[in-house]
């Protein structure tokens, strides 16, 4: 199995993918860092679940029991579908 890239890393290429210019897509973005487009993509979908903005297993919380999971509020009542 791979080893896993550092979170330094990850953190770099998330924010110049968050920051890219109109234009470049996410797949000139991995290609930059030498990443499958999935990879960084899913890197992107798992800072949205950490941020709040998207629905899903906040990182760090995966091996808890789901009873001690944060509960996300979702604006204006929004509810994952």
């Not at 679940?49 to 996300?72: C, F």
């Amino acid at each position: 199995m791979p080893k896993p890239y550092p979170q330094e890393f990850r953190d770099d290429v998330v924010k110049v993918a968050r920051s890219r210019p109109e234009g470049v897509t996410l797949e000139q973005v991995a290609a930059d860092f030498g990443l499958h487009p999935m990879t960084s993509s899913k890197w992107l979908r798992q800072v949205a679940v950490d941020d709040g903005d998207r629905h899903g297993v906040v990182s760090g919380t995966q091996d808890r029991s789901p009873a001690l999971l944060p509960v996300v509020e979702y604006p204006d009542h929004r509810q994952p579908a």
